[in-house]
């Protein structure tokens, strides 16, 4: 499977969450992806917190997940905080 770079941007419109099947509200910034498999084109776009739960999981960056299949995470996560500034904590 082929996934591009993810790129953090700010929501223009509203978007369902990929992951947790929630809303996305225009203004919100949200983690977005293309992923190609078997040929076709799937964008992935989830809330910062629902993405950096799946990002904890993985393996040298790469992860799957079930489609709507996950629950949005409680805690709110700052991007602004890099991934190595975490485990300093
Ligand atoms: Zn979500």
């Known amino acids: 499977m082929y996934s ?3 790129k953090i941007t700010v ?3 509203p978007h369902i969450c990929t992951s947790c ?8 910034r949200y983690a977005r992806w ?15 917190e629902c ?4 990002l904890k999981d993985a393996e040298g960056g790469r992860f799957e997940y079930t489609l709507y299949g996950h629950e949005r995470p409680t805690t709110t996560l700052s991007l602004d905080r890099s991934p190595e500034d975490s485990h300093t904590a």
Do not use: C, L, Q, V
């Open 4 to 6: 591009s770079e993810t």
């Open 11 to 13: 929501a223009r419109k």
């Open 21 to 28: 099947g929630e809303r996305i509200d225009t203004g919100d």
């Open 34 to 48: 293309n992923s190609a498999e078997d040929g076709k084109w799937f964008t992935s776009k989830m809330h910062p």
């Open 51 to 54: 993405y950096h739960m799946h």
